[in-house]
């Protein structure tokens, strides 16, 4: 089965006023979708092309070379999109607030309070030069940590490829095609309206699956 491209989970104008319409239209509908169509040409007649997106940038390092980069970047961002769209919802709608449960007393072991994982969150973000991505991971043994990857990696690619490792719970895409439109040059400002988007029901069942 090829990649195909997942729905939005909610209308495009849904996250206004912190992501705005035309943003998630063309996010969603052109380069996430461009992901998708790229993926499956790097992928096609390999064995990898039966494969769940997650199982293949799992296991990189296997992808013939001449494919490596297209695989790395194409079904890298199929999955870091797919994820992204579930960790967000409306304001006020399930998005926003505070994570709760397992998944906030989590949170307050492993940076001290919610408001200092914000920060460490929102630094792996501005400081990201260039394209890529904000995470927050369940290491292996369940404790969590902040990272921040380039381009289209993903944590889950291990970090001989990402610099870093661990299962991705939450992430925050900071390439300007994310939010050039809205907010300029003013990444900061994007992070933080983005809060009151983030889907934490969502986060703390993906951190239920990942332990
Ligand atoms: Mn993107």
Redesign the pocket.
């Known amino acids: 089965m090829p990649l195909t491209l997942p729905d939005l989970p909610y209308a495009a104008n849904a996250l206004e006023p912190h992501v705005d319409a035309k943003t998630m239209e063309i996010?969603h509908g052109k380069?996430?979708n461009a992901y998708v169509t790229n993926a499956n040409k790097a992928l096609e007649g390999t064995k990898f092309a039966d494969m769940a997106a997650e199982d293949i940038i799992k296991h990189l390092g296997d992808v013939p070379e001449e494919k490596r980069a297209a695989v790395r970047n194409n079904a890298g961002?199929h999955v870091?999109?797919s994820l992204?769209w579930h960790v967000m919802a409306p304001p006020g709608k399930g998005g926003g607030g505070k994570p709760e449960g397992d998944l906030a007393k989590a949170i307050d072991t492993a940076f001290g309070s919610f408001d200092t994982f914000k920060e460490k969150f929102a630094n792996a973000a501005a400081t990201r030069f260039g394209s890529g991505w904000a995470w927050l991971c369940v290491m292996p043994g369940g404790k969590l940590d902040v990272c921040s990857t380039a381009n289209q990696d993903n944590p889950m690619m291990g970090p001989a490829f990402a610099g870093c490792g661990g299962t991705p719970i939450l992430g925050l895409?900071v390439?300007e095609?994310?939010y050039y439109l809205n907010y300029q040059n003013r990444r900061p400002d994007y992070v933080s309206a983005w809060w009151n988007v983030v889907n934490w029901g969502e986060v703390a069942k993906r951190f239920k699956a990942a332990h």
């Open positions: 996010h380069h996430h961002g870091n999109h992204f895409d390439w095609h994310a």
